[in-house]
């Protein structure tokens, strides 16, 4: 009997379905209102510090309240939690087209709504990493996990962009107000989806105190503190602006159209879904470690590109390049987490991961538009690429950080015998 791809079965199995099939007509809405607001913000400031302020005001809210978030994920159903987060992203999403429709929209206005929608982020994140294994058996964890940034990066992040700079050109009032019917639709799926049960709690202890534990289980696993640590100067200073600084560059130093910023956010999520697409389909390596922090290694360092890069499609190589190295990383990174981790210590732990990768972020987006602004985006590039890539390169050297797939990989040789042989 011919073996279904991993891909294909998760399909068959109906809460994942609807789960995926929400997220991902909720993330072509995200991709739409990406470039929309991107190019709202540039279009009326004319400053690559105010976007990356704007950039850096969701940011804020989703690090301050992401330790809460998870310990709220631990002690009520995921499901509902997510429910919730689309159906309060749907009312701010409502509420900003009716602003921008009137003509009353300030840049300090925009400030407010991305505050707000980053608290709610904080909740959605560290809920839908917990969800996923309760819906979905353990040998497709991974096939979840892929299929999550397939969808969002063909559809969000390649298709949505495009259409958003195509709609965006005409009306951005339109652009948010197909983001918002997303949102809708994605809380419909949720509400399709079986009650998931509340997780079990062993003792009736205080939210701070669960807190504490997730912090302490993470501070003593070494394999999970030092990868939160080798990744949070990459996200803050390489990825996080990436999004904002590479259509700056785009409109302001090379001219581009805004067609053009639409499509260079489209061509990295086609190359992200590509990779996504291999890893939904393929077994997790052995040294989980060593290779997720060699993809994350050559994604940051791909972003040297930059230094020479005069033309649009030199600069595509940079996001090309790092997008489906990051998914990849990414795939085998969730996995580890969904099989060491405890389940009920799933959500805090998740995160904590969240809130240290993230942590510096907002700073980092601030920093990037003050340097960038002075150095120039070339020499931003160059500079923080080369200093990020740093701690990965020791956690691939570091017998004692590999030590959970050391151990793995001796239980597979054991479980394993060695082929016949013929004498």
Not at 195 to 202: A, G, I, S, V
Request: with cysteine; charged share 15%; glycine share 8%.
């Amino acid at each position: 009997m011919k073996k279904r791809l991993a891909i294909v079965e998760l399909a068959r199995h109906r809460e994942p379905a609807l789960l995926v099939s929400g997220q991902t007509i909720s993330g072509f809405g995200d991709g739409v209102a990406l470039v929309a607001l991107t190019l709202l913000v540039l279009d009326t400031t004319h400053s690559v510090s105010k976007l990356a302020w704007f950039a850096a005001a969701r940011m804020i809210p989703l690090v301050a309240f992401l330790l809460v978030g998870g310990a709220i994920v631990d002690r009520f159903s995921r499901r509902m939690l997510l429910l919730l987060s689309d159906s309060m992203r749907a009312v701010l999403t409502g509420a900003l087209v009716i602003i921008i429709g009137l003509g009353l929209l300030r840049f300090w206005e925009l400030l407010v709504f991305a505050v707000l929608f980053g608290a709610f982020d904080a909740i959605f994140i560290p809920a839908m990493n917990a969800l996923s294994p309760e819906i979905v058996p353990e040998e497709l964890l991974a096939a979840m996990n892929a299929t999550r940034p397939l969808a969002n990066n063909l559809v969000g992040n390649m298709i949505g962009p495009a259409v958003g700079g195509i709609i965006a050109a005409k009306s951005t009032t339109l652009a948010i107000g197909v983001d918002c019917a997303t949102f809708v639709v994605s809380a419909g799926a949720l509400l399709a989806m079986k009650p998931t049960p509340t997780p079990r709690r062993t003792t009736d202890t205080s939210m701070l105190e669960e807190i504490r534990e997730g912090v302490r289980y993470v501070r003593r696993t070494r394999w999970f503190w030092t990868t939160l640590l080798s990744v949070t100067a990459v996200n803050a200073f390489v990825f996080s602006p990436m999004f904002v600084l590479l259509p700056f560059f785009l409109r302001h130093d090379l001219h581009s159209s805004k067609l053009i910023v639409g499509y260079a956010f489209a061509v990295s999520g086609f190359a992200g879904a590509a990779s996504a697409l291999i890893a939904a389909n393929v077994k997790l390596p052995r040294r989980r470690v060593r290779i997720m922090s060699t993809y994350w290694i050559v994604g940051t360092l791909s972003g040297l590109v930059m230094g020479v890069a005069t033309n649009f499609w030199e600069v595509l190589l940079f996001p090309v390049i790092a997008s489906p190295l990051m998914v990849l990383g990414n795939v085998i990174w969730e996995s580890l987490m969904q099989t060491e981790v405890p389940r009920e210590l799933l959500g805090r732990a998740s995160s904590v991961d969240w809130f240290v990768s993230l942590g510096l972020t907002p700073l980092g987006l601030v920093v990037a538009g003050v340097l960038s602004s002075h150095m120039g985006v070339r020499a931003y590039f160059v500079v923080v690429c080369s200093l990020s890539a740093i701690p990965g390169l020791w956690i691939v050297a570091s017998p004692r950080i590999n030590a959970v797939d050391a151990s793995r990989v001796r239980r597979k040789e054991v479980a394993e015998p060695p082929p016949a042989t013929v004498p």
